[in-house]
């Protein structure tokens, strides 16, 4: 197999037969971060630039406003879900918490706000970023454990789907055999 090289380095081709070994930092493949989209950043910025108008005008009373929006991006950067296939880690602003999928008796999604894990001992925990829309990706990462309405109403969709295209294929036949005996009686009128 051909090496590459790389300065000092020596590097395997883009031709690999066997894809690198993983290692213990990498994670699993059915594991999802829920997170806030990396394009808030640009509101940060965003909130930066308005904020700077009146801490250079008024230096003395608005420069401590600058703080801002980087602790904005830091809640950003620090708020998340985690599904994987031990549980929920639950990341907030101030409070992380891990769920083990034992412990987890529902989820509730509230008009506003984020979902909630209803919890075996009555009590909620709030799933920050998940919402309602989310649940493809919650479903796949917890191995089915939580069920994907979006794929169930899919599933009954094309069965119905299914079921119509059989009751028409079945009356398509029996005009096909109604068209075939009126062309053979056009055929032997001629």
């Known amino acids: 197999m051909p090496r590459l ?5 020596e590097v395997s081709s883009s031709q690999q037969p066997v894809p690198p070994p993983p290692s213990s ?7 999802q971060v829920i997170q806030i ?3 808030s950043f640009l509101a940060c910025a965003l909130l930066l630039l308005a904020l700077a108008s009146p801490a250079l005008a008024w230096p003395e009373a608005f420069t401590w406003t600058l703080i801002i929006p980087f602790l ?7 708020v998340r879900t985690v599904v994987g296939p031990e549980g929920i880690v639950a990341r907030a602003t101030f409070k992380t918490t891990n769920l083990k999928w034992d412990e987890l008796d529902g989820l509730r999604f509230p008009k506003r706000g984020w979902a909630r894990a209803r919890l075996t001992d009555g ?5 920050p970023v998940v919402t309602f829309g989310r649940l493809p990706q919650l479903s796949e990462a ?5 069920p994907d309405p979006y794929a169930a109403a899919q599933r009954a969709e094309e069965k119905a789907h ?3 295209a059989a009751a028409e294929a079945g009356s398509d036949a029996e005009t096909t055999d109604d068209a075939v005996t009126v062309e053979k009686k056009d055929d032997r009128s001629s």
Request: with cysteine; aromatic share 2%; charged share 30%.
């Open 37 to 39: 989209s990396r394009l």
């Open 5 to 9: 090289q790389c300065e000092d380095v």
């Open 25 to 31: 930092h990498t994670p699993d493949s059915t594991t």
């Open 142 to 146: 917890s191995g089915g454990r939580i």
């Open 72 to 78: 904005v991006a830091a809640w950003i950067v620090r």
């Open 123 to 127: 009590s909620e925990v709030a799933l």
């Open 162 to 164: 299914r079921e119509e």
